[in-house]
């Protein structure tokens, strides 16, 4: 191969090839041909070919309409993408990207023929989600030159690409891999060949966490999902883009990663959702996931604590840290606060209000000798959000739960009281993605800030695990981990060692 400066972007006048004109490969091309490059979509079915293209125009057709694209753009665009009648016909390009189907004798076989068939300076991609970068290359003499460029669906509006680099990608490869997707106005991210890459990795507690509240009978599905979205600031809940991504789809991701790391529990799969699967209740697409989407269907609605009177006077002990922003709500809404010193707790009357630590709202209470006791949940901006989980311990009696539903409401907050759970819902999700996150920075998969961007652009998280942790404190997020594993005895919540140096270190996270 000739020498490649590192950083540099593939030029315009570069022709880009596309194995597989599905609906991954068609947008893939659709983002390169917008680019500016010359685009042959190539795929073993001559028609699927013809309605990628017909599914482009009409696609691009749309944004002419709205106003977003300029008509004569959009001609040019169509014009760059051109059929390939045969794998030979791809003999000119620069970049060849494979979007086929997940099978690595398959992939194999094609990067093979593809080398024969392509120059020596031609760079091999592969959009493969799942498989071993550093397989599919083992099958080449020239394993250097292959390289992952995972795009994520719908490809033209999905901002990340994770540039994946096997044990073998020349460095020079994947840094032109990286500018080039940067050209094309991506978010490209660094990351080894592991399983699940970073998104599909760090991204299963989120479905986890979810799942066992349900199956442990925290709360119900509606209400979680109202939390995760109006506290966490997720713009889905779990159950809800579990059942647009299909179960089928999610439960293989899971069992994949699962099985990849040796059955790591960490990774478990769910058998709640291995039941849907196996009743094809696979959300969306076919009707009926955790949801019913059938015409007449009723759409349930979180549980929502009815009005209560705020009370007069709260007392705030100390700091409560990232949820201090609460304070100035209650005092726009005419709560008296009181500040003094102490462990960071607010008191209302006899009871004690706490943000939540991982541990159960009973346990806590018996360690910390308060009986009646109120643990709220994490947020992501605690100066807007919209709802919170509650729950209580067993001695809290009514009038307590009461004031502190209505302090809440006063603030302009809805409350959804929730069974005694450990970490409640948003914290112990948060705490467990942070976890994620940090120990694919420890094993070196990614750096923390390519962790952060993954999450941000590859699955619209409000904030990266790795910031957010930082804004909540690493401590706490370590505390929150050790009492989770305390309480469940597993080792599915151990704390990554990165954030256990990182705590005992007195260092940061590096996002």
């Not at 099958?139 to 044990?167: T, Y």
Request: with cysteine.
């Amino acid at each position: 191969m000739h020498e490649m400066t590192a950083g540099d972007a593939l030029s315009r006048q570069a022709v880009v090839a596309v194995v597989g004109a599905g609906t991954m490969g068609a947008g893939i091309a659709q983002v390169a041909a917008q680019y500016g490059h010359e685009v042959l979509l190539f795929d073993q079915q001559r028609e699927t070919v013809e309605k990628a293209l017909a599914a482009t125009a009409a696609g691009l057709e749309k944004l002419v309409g709205r106003g977003k694209l300029a008509a004569d753009e959009r001609d040019r665009i169509l014009q760059r993408l051109r059929p390939a009648q045969s794998l030979s016909d791809l003999s000119p390009a620069t970049l060849v990207i494979e979007a086929i189907v997940e099978r690595l004798d398959v992939k194999q076989a094609l990067f093979r023929e593809l080398e024969s068939l392509c120059g020596p300076d031609t760079l091999l991609a592969t959009n493969t989600s799942s498989i071993s970068v550093t397989a599919i290359a083992s099958a080449l003499d020239h394993p250097q030159r292959l390289v992952g460029m995972h795009f994520f669906n719908p490809a033209p509006i999905m901002k990340l690409v994770e540039v994946v680099k096997g044990l073998d990608t020349s460095e020079a490869v994947a840094a032109c891999i990286h500018a080039t997707a940067s050209a094309w106005g991506k978010q490209p991210v660094f990351t080894r060949s592991t399983p699940g890459f970073i998104v599909n990795r760090v991204a299963r507690p989120f479905y986890a966490e979810g799942l066992r509240a349900i199956e442990e009978g925290a709360t119900d599905l509606a209400t979680l999902d109202a939390v995760m979205r109006e506290a966490g600031g997720f713009r889905m809940g779990p159950f809800e883009l579990m059942d647009l991504i299909g179960h089928d789809v999610n439960y293989a991701v899971t069992r994949s990663v699962f099985d990849a790391y040796y059955g790591d529990t960490r990774f478990q799969p769910s058998l709640l959702q291995l039941e849907l699967v196996n009743g094809n209740r696979l959300g969306r697409k076919n009707g009926r996931g955790f949801y019913d989407y059938r015409e007449g269907a009723e759409t349930p609605q979180p549980k929502t604590e009815p009005a209560c009177d705020r009370p007069g006077t709260i007392v705030v002990e100390g700091s409560l840290g990232v949820a201090s922003p609460l304070i100035a709500r209650w005092r726009a809404a005419g709560v008296n606060v009181v500040e003094r010193a102490g462990a960071g707790l607010i008191r209302i009357g006899s009871l004690a209000l706490a943000l939540t630590d991982g541990r159960l709202a009973a346990e806590r209470s018996v360690t910390q000798g308060t009986p009646r006791l109120a643990l709220f949940d994490l947020a992501l901006d605690y100066a807007n959000c919209r709802r919170l989980a509650v729950t209580y311990s067993p001695m809290t009696d009514e009038a307590s739960r009461q004031a502190v539903t209505g302090l809440f409401q006063a603030a302009g907050i809805e409350v959804s009281v929730i069974e005694d759970h450990p970490g409640l819902l948003v914290m112990r999700t948060v705490c467990m993605l942070a976890n994620e996150a940090a120990d694919a920075v420890h094993q070196d998969v990614c750096s923390a800030a390519d962790a952060d961007s993954a999450m941000r652009f590859g699955v619209n998280y409000p904030a990266g695990p790795l910031e957010w942790a930082t804004r909540l404190g690493v401590e706490a997020v370590f505390r929150c981990l050790r009492h989770l594993e305390d309480a469940y005895g597993e080792d599915r919540y151990r704390p990554s060692l990165l954030l256990r140096k990182t705590v005992f270190s007195g260092g940061t996270l590096d996002v």
